[in-house]
């Protein structure tokens, strides 16, 4: 091993190194690549082979990116002997888009005994919701219609369309600014009529709907767990959020390609679910915290159809320096939190990465801030759209730029909005780069 950063990622990697069923399943995985799946026959000349510690091996390897899934599916990613038609007219398989705007969209193929497999393993790393979750729990979730559930584009759905067996969708709008109060109130009075033990929501939207309700002082049902997925769970949105709901808020990481990766345990750490997957931890830099910094690179195993390998999901991390958590839970990589996407880190004037988490700590200390929108030019400048609560001071705006401007060292100019732009997917991106 050469470089401090790769002996870093492979000590990151190999804090699992005791368990031989999750080295065995891990072996499986790069088996099948490497052997068996035509993608991956030239990565073959990387693999120092299989006298070398499998984790090793892993590490040794390239990248999957999402433009090599969208030139090389589905022929490439397919192992042999498995034949992908018939899965498919089986039923068991189909094809799924992910969402995303054009640019990196992908399509996969979908096993839904494969996904609920991955989400049941990754209960147990939360005791809140390995107490409640038993796969036969009532939930609702709140997210983008073009992310999950059923949706017709401009057409209402009542709620018996909406209720798939124990699920219900409460959204049906894209972009929660055109919200109507109706559509708020019928979302509160079907959360209180369902009365889900989990409530899954997409933050962005869960902090909207939760705003409503603490302005107007609306009585909110409280389910058991609300868990977090879909988009970076921002401390703004966080703040509004826990003035209205009383229950554990934990995360959760994942993503159609790799299924479920990371749960937030009951001490706020991230925990990697080593039934479902693998994770190569790649570093790029210290952190003045002590963290470091890195990318996440995942190998879902056991996938019916597909073999996918160090699949680079776009989201930046940052690893504990203290291992093992409070819970307990030694198994797999440990992380301080996930800190948002790669694409959406902005650069102060010394260089140095601003991740989505980074400038959300800053604007989260104005209690004021329910949401914001940095865009940063190439020459460094920085435009904030700040949502703020009703009778905001209206200085808010300028104690902004000021705690950015410190954070940047760049100058700032921050204005009040009405609602956040969101993406075709209805997900928004907290901060960009000009053309990034
Ligand atoms: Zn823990």
New binding site residues.
């Given amino acids: 091993m050469n470089g401090g950063a790769t002996d870093s990622g492979l000590r990151a990697g190999l804090s699992s190194g005791g368990n031989p069923a999750y080295l065995g399943r891990c072996s499986a995985a790069l088996e099948q690549a490497l052997g068996a799946t035509p993608f991956y026959a030239a990565w073959r000349a990387a693999d120092p082979g299989l006298a070398a510690p499998v984790l090793s091996r892993y590490a040794a390897l390239p990248a999957l990116t999402k433009a090599d899934i969208r030139a090389h599916f589905p022929e490439g990613f397919v192992p042999a002997g498995v034949d992908f038609e018939t899965e498919l007219q089986s039923g068991r398989t189909s094809y799924v888009s992910t969402s995303g705007s054009t640019a990196d969209r992908v399509t996969l193929f979908w096993s839904q005994a494969w996904w609920d497999h991955s989400e049941r393993a990754s209960w147990k790393l939360n005791a809140h919701l390995r107490r409640v979750a038993d796969g036969a729990h009532r939930e609702a979730v709140l997210a983008s219609p073009r992310c999950v559930g059923p949706c017709r584009e401009g057409d209402a759905l009542p709620v018996g369309k909406r209720t798939l067996g124990r699920l219900l969708f409460l959204n049906q709008t894209v972009n929660p600014a055109s919200w109507t109060d109706g559509d708020r109130c019928r979302m509160l009075g079907e959360l209180a009529a369902f009365r889900p033990a989990v409530l899954e929501a997409d933050p962005f939207y869960l902090a909207a709907l939760a705003a409503f309700a603490l302005d107007r002082r609306l009585p909110v049902y409280q389910p058991a767990v609300i868990t977090f997925t879909y988009s970076f769970p921002a401390q703004v949105f966080l703040n509004v959020i826990r003035q209205v709901f009383t229950a554990p808020l934990v995360s959760s990481h994942g993503s159609t390609e790799t299924g479920y990766v990371f749960m937030e345990?009951?001490?706020g750490?991230m925990?990697q679910n080593t039934d479902s997957c693998h994770v190569d931890f790649v570093p790029l830099e210290s952190r003045v915290s002590g963290t470091v910094l890195g990318r996440l690179l995942v190998t879902p195993f056991g996938h019916p159809v597909q073999s996918f390998v160090r699949f680079d999901v776009g989201d930046l991390a940052e690893r504990s320096p203290t291992q093992p958590?409070?819970?307990?839970?030694r198994e797999g990589l440990?992380l301080e939190r996930i800190v948002g996407r790669s694409a959406d880190v902005t650069l102060t004037r010394d260089g140095r990465r601003v991740t989505v988490a980074d400038a959300d700590a800053v604007l989260a200390e104005e209690p004021a801030v329910r949401g914001f929108q940095i865009d940063q030019s190439d020459a460094g400048e920085l435009r904030v759209r700040l949502v703020l609560a009703p009778h905001a001071a209206g200085d808010v705006p300028r104690r902004a730029e000021r705690r950015l401007a410190d954070l940047y060292d760049f100058p700032v100019v921050a204005e009040a909005v009405a609602a956040l732009e969101h993406e075709a997917s209805g997900k928004v991106r907290l901060a960009r780069r000009t053309g990034g």
Avoid at 325 to 329: E, K, M, V
């Fill in positions: 345990c009951e001490h750490r925990h958590c409070l819970c307990g839970r440990t």
